[in-house]
Every structure is written in C-alpha cells, then in structure tokens.
C-alpha cells in the first residue's frame, strides 16, 4: 500500500513564501513512477494541477504558477518538494501530492495552504 504524506502547509501573507513536501512510504524514484505532483482544490472548485514531473524528467507547471512555484524531487529521501514564492491569495487552497506508478493514482491526506491579502 502507498501511502503519500504531505507536510509544510500554513498561513503566510500575500507574496510570502512556503514549501511543500511530500513524503511517499516506498521508493519511488528508481524511475518506477510514471509521474508525480501536486494538485490542489479551493473551496467551490475542482482540483486542477499545479505541476507535475514526468518519467523521464519533463516538469509541467500550471500557467497561473510558472514563474512563481518550482518542483524537485529527492530520490534519496522518496519526497517531493513544491516551492512556493510571491504567493497570492487565490493560491489558497488545500493541495494533494500525487503519485502514480502505472495503475490508479495515489494521493495524500491534503495540507492547507492560506494566503491572506
């Protein structure tokens, strides 16, 4: 069983920054996985993708957050990471980590992300 863990969520003022990790329970990074990221879901809306890395390293950032947030994986420690600068407030929302090595996605609990204007 997969088990994804998220950590580092929080409040922080508009143009602050965070980190996000993502802890997976198995090792993932021997190139087993398909893909792996972040998503994340406001109040009212669906969940959309924030960005993802790729087998094979091709990284996919949604257009509100280029320039602003950065992937990177540790294949050492099984994590993900989301960096998060010049935050703004319609990036709150709870994001997911995700991960899928060739069947059903697998996702964590969520970690809550609140910037205030």
């Known amino acids: 069983q997969v088990q994804l863990v998220e950590s580092g969520g929080g409040l922080v003022q508009a143009g602050g920054s965070l980190r996000l990790s993502c802890a997976a329970s198995?090792?993932?990074?021997?190139?087993?996985?398909?893909?792996m990221g972040w998503y994340r879901q406001a109040p009212g809306k669906q969940r959309e993708l924030v960005a993802t890395?790729?087998?094979?390293?091709?990284?996919n950032y949604a257009d509100s957050v280029k320039g602003r947030f950065t992937i990177s994986r540790d294949n050492a420690k099984n994590t993900v990471t989301l960096q998060m600068n010049t935050l703004k407030p319609e990036d709150t929302a709870v994001y997911y980590c995700?991960?899928?090595?060739?069947?059903?996605?697998?996702w964590g609990p969520g970690t809550q992300v609140t910037v205030s204007s």
């Open positions: 995700m991960l899928n090595l060739g069947g059903p996605d697998y």
């Open positions: 198995v090792s993932i990074f021997s190139g087993a996985a398909i893909a």
């Open positions: 890395i790729i087998r094979g390293g091709t990284i």
